[in-house]
Nanobody, 118 residues
Framework: VQLQASGGGLVQAGGSLILSCVVSGRSLRDINLMAWYLQAQGKQRELLAG???????TYGGALWARFVISRDTSKNTVYLQVNNLKADDTGVYFC????????????WGQGTQVTVSS
């Protein structure tokens, strides 16, 4: 299983962004949980949102109300829309796939950098 994240870049505060995570090697329907994480500089990775094998979504908490996770099973791709971007949203966004018989902690994509300018 391999994950390819993309969609990051330099964006202005208040704008929106859609990140993509293309999954190869396994169907999204056979992945227990696909999740997006943010790692800001000097901080640990934080869970933003997840979507399970049947499309049910979960979010890291009220603080992350600006985030929307979705998927397209025909493209085997998971998306993260980030609205009303803030400076604190700056960092590397990683996608993760957790599935049966997979490695502990799941499989990570390479991450995509998002920089929010004020």
């Amino acid at each position: 299983v391999q994950l390819q994240a993309s969609g990051g870049g330099l964006v202005q505060a208040g704008g929106s962004l859609i990140l993509s995570c293309v999954v190869s090697g396994r169907s999204l329907r056979d992945i227990n949980l696909m999740a997006w994480y943010l790692q800001a500089q000097g901080k640990q990775r934080e869970l933003l949102a997840g979507i399970n094998s049947v499309g049910r979504t979960t979010y890291g908490g009220a603080l992350w109300a600006r985030f929307v996770i979705s998927r397209d099973t025909s493209k085997n791709t998971v998306y993260l829309q980030v609205n009303n971007l803030k400076a604190d949203d700056t960092g590397v966004y990683f996608c993760n796939a957790d599935f049966d018989d997979g490695p502990h902690g799941g499989v990570w994509g390479q991450g995509t950098q998002v920089t929010v300018s004020s």
